[in-house]
């Protein structure tokens, strides 16, 4: 699975972005997706994760209630929506999958797909 991410870029405190990972190879039908994150100088950290048919969905505490992970297995493409930006909330994000898991531990385990990182930057 080649995983290709988009969508970040500069956005003021208090603003949006929907960053996009697309899939191409093979089908995402069957993959748990998540997001993660990684701010300069900090280790990657978990973001979001969504089960296969989209049922699922877990977030990192500081995302709840600010982002929405989302997917279309028919365009073979995942979505995070990111609300009310913080600064905090600057880094590389990058998407990931894995088949042989459940959305609720992806953020315990590391992925066996990952996209290249899209930069989201948030200006205080």
């Known amino acids: 699975v080649q995983l290709q991410a988009s969508g970040g870029g500069l956005v003021q405190a208090g603003g949006s972005l929907r960053l996009s990972c697309a899939a191409s190879?093979?089908?995402?039908?069957?993959?748990?997706m998540g997001w993660f994150r990684q701010a300069p100088g900090k280790e990657r950290e978990f973001v979001a994760a969504i089960s296969w048919s989209g049922g699922g969905t877990y977030y990192e505490d500081s995302a709840k209630g600010r982002f929405t992970i989302s997917r279309d297995n028919a365009k073979n493409t995942v979505y995070l929506q990111m609300n009310s930006l913080k600064s905090e909330d600057t880094a590389a994000y990058y998407c990931?999958?894995?088949?042989?898991?459940?959305?609720?531990?992806?953020?315990?385990?590391?992925?066996?797909?990952w996209g290249q990182g899209t930069l989201v930057t948030v200006s205080s």
């Open positions: 990931a999958a894995d088949r042989f898991t459940a959305a609720q531990v992806m953020g315990r385990i590391r992925p066996s797909y």
């Open positions: 190879g093979r089908t995402l039908s069957g993959y748990v």
